[in-house]
């Protein structure tokens, strides 16, 4: 139940994220990346491919992919949202 209610909040703050803020052009999967480094999280090749899919707009996949490996649910949304362009 903990775990659905987490997607819940991690869903509604991706969408909440994705209409509150306006995306810059220098809005990369760079971005990402540094972000998980800058808040302690070790960038290996399943967060890389995180940050991939959310600039390529797979804003969902990438917050699975990063929950999958250990980052917050809160980090990973922002993380996500860094990447989408």
């Known amino acids: 139940m903990r775990t659905l209610a987490a997607w819940g909040c991690v869903i509604t703050t991706v ?7 306006t995306s810059t052009a220098q809005a990369t999967a760079t971005q990402c990346r540094q972000y998980l480094r800058d808040v302690g999280y ?10 991939d899919d959310g600039q390529a707009g797979r804003q969902l996949d990438c917050v699975q992919r990063l ?3 250990g980052v917050t649910p809160r980090h990973a949304a922002t993380a996500c949202q860094l990447a989408a362009s």
């Open 67 to 69: 929950n999958n490996i």
């Open 15 to 21: 969408i909440g994220l994705s209409v509150g803020i």
């Open 42 to 51: 070790i960038v290996g090749p399943q967060a890389q491919r995180a940050c």
